[in-house]
């Protein structure tokens, strides 16, 4: 978390309520330690998505499939594609969308995201919450197949505010995905084919509109 968690509490206050489904999910995932999105980071992309309306959607890391539901919600007349390596967070994420009543536009690929889709996809969205030291890989993996046009995000770009910390500071466990992550966000910033923004919420958002042909 890269805001004050007296902040983040506030924020958080003035969330809507939510299905029961996802309310448990959130304490699933927290006594469990699995990883899933920060409450106010999906609630400004289900804000994002309500405007883009996109028809296609990527998702590369679902774990349990919590921001899964969440982006199917926000964008009722879309499919969702989405790639997840572990074969538990699979099975639970499926039992997920059945309970949510979303099963029938999710369409979800066991395997190592790395490995790319078979074909030539287009995506609307693609939201990438997989390994950060790997989002670079999955950016020339899939972004060609996004729309000009369409829309990518990025979750945890700023992870725990370790981005920011002198080299020495950051765990030494840590130092080789801060190192790939900082060189992530550079790509994106300054990448011609791309409108980015980041956006200091939850772990940190970036945020790309796709104008030209990413080579």
């Known amino acids: 978390?890269?805001?004050?968690?007296?902040?983040?509490?506030?924020?958080e206050s003035l969330i809507p309520p939510r299905a029961e489904l996802l309310m448990r999910m959130e304490r699933e995932a927290a006594a469990e330690r699995i990883p899933i999105i920060q409450l106010p980071s999906i609630q400004f992309?289900?804000?994002?998505?309500?405007?883009?309306?996109?028809?296609?959607?990527?998702?590369?890391?679902?774990?349990?499939?919590?921001?899964?539901?969440?982006?199917?919600?926000?964008?009722?007349?879309a499919h969702i594609t989405s790639i997840e390596i572990s074969e538990e967070m699979v099975r639970r994420a499926r039992q997920n969308f059945a309970e949510a009543g979303v099963s029938d536009r999710i369409t979800v690929f066991h395997q190592d995201a790395r490995d790319g889709l078979d074909g030539e996809p287009r995506f609307d969205c693609i939201f990438f919450d997989a390994a950060k030291g790997q989002y670079r890989t999955y950016f020339d993996t899939y972004v060609p197949y996004l729309v000009e046009g369409g829309l990518l995000i990025c979750d945890n770009v700023f992870f725990r505010g370790m981005i920011a910390e002198a080299d020495e500071d950051v765990p030494k466990s840590r130092r080789g995905m801060i190192k790939k992550l900082r060189a992530f966000n550079h790509f994106l910033a300054e990448h011609p084919a791309l409108e980015t923004s980041f956006v200091s919420i939850g772990d940190g958002l970036a945020l790309c509109i796709k104008r030209g042909e990413v080579m």
């Open 1 to 11: 978390m890269i805001t004050s968690n007296k902040v983040n509490r506030y924020m």
């Open 45 to 77: 992309i289900r804000f994002l998505l309500t405007m883009h309306k996109p028809k296609r959607i990527l998702e590369v890391g679902m774990a349990i499939g919590y921001s899964t539901i969440w982006l199917a919600q926000a964008a009722p007349d």
